[in-house]
T-cell receptor
Framework: ETGVTQSPTHLIKTRGQQVTLRCSSQ?????VSWYQQALGQGPQFIFQ???????GRGNFPPRFSGLQFPNYSSELNVNALELDDSALYLC???????????FGPGTRLTVL | GNSVTQMEGPVTLSEEAFLTINCTYT??????LFWYVQYPGEGLQLLLK?????DKGSNKGFEATYRKETTSFHLEKGSVQVSDSAVYFC?????????????FGKGTHLIIQP
């Protein structure tokens, strides 16, 4: 059984650019959650997608947006990148919104 | 709102020492509580969980008891190994379900010396 995978592993962007991060959920999982983990901090919840609809959102501005596809894979899009967006972005999938979340290895985003 | 506070690290112990990592929380209602572990270069792995007061979660020799009266969920292990070196995160999720996501503490870096 394949676990949660994320791509790319690392990414370097400049301020003002846009970025798309990708996540493939574990087989059978229909829910994907995204988290931002700044250096030395715990992960912070960005939003959650359940069956292609956003069903929960943390305290992040609208320039953070997402998609979930029919195969339940997901994208996180960040527009107008700021230096503070530099972080490890973690994706987690679960059987549904109430079950254990399984995390991927993350994408390290650096904004210069 | 929800918050999780855990002891600052790094925590450095010798192999076979007793481990305690303190975690307290603030939440409305009756949250579920979790400990996650993050090894270098890897994502988070669920270590253990408890879903109601007085529940004890346990896994790989680690234990934590959900204490509603003290709003705590301290992580303990009787004899640590070098392989336990990692960053440990305490987290909670509202009892209403997962749509609010997990709320994490800042993490405690544990270093076990041989």
């Amino acid at each position: 059984e394949t676990g949660v995978t994320q791509s790319p592993t690392h990414l370097i962007k400049t301020r003002g650019q846009q970025v798309t991060l990708r996540c493939s959920s574990q087989s059978g999982h229909n829910t994907v959650s995204w988290y931002q983990q700044a250096l030395g901090q715990g992960p912070q919840f960005i939003f959650q997608y359940y069956r292609e609809e956003e069903n929960g959102r943390g305290n992040f501005p609208p320039r953070f947006s997402g998609l979930q596809f029919p195969n339940y894979s997901s994208e996180l899009n960040v527009n107008a990148l700021e230096l503070d967006d530099s972080a490890l972005y973690l994706c987690a999938s679960s059987l549904d919104a109430y079950n254990e979340q399984f995390f991927g290895p993350g994408t390290r985003l650096t904004v210069l | 709102g929800n918050s999780v506070t855990q002891m600052e690290g790094p925590v450095t112990l010798s192999e076979e020492a007793f481990l305690t990592i303190n975690c307290t929380y603030t939440a409305t209602g009756y949250p579920s509580l979790f400990w996650y572990v993050q090894y270098p270069g890897e994502g988070l792995q669920l270590l253990l969980k408890a879903t109601k007061a007085d529940d004890k979660g346990s896994n790989k020799g680690f234990e934590a008891t959900y204490r509603k009266e003290t709003t705590s969920f301290h992580l303990e292990k009787g004899s640590v190994q070098v392989s336990d070196s990692a960053v440990y995160f305490c987290a909670l999720r509202n009892s209403g379900g997962g749509a609010d996501g997990l709320t994490f503490g800042k993490g405690t870096h544990l270093i076990i010396q041989p």
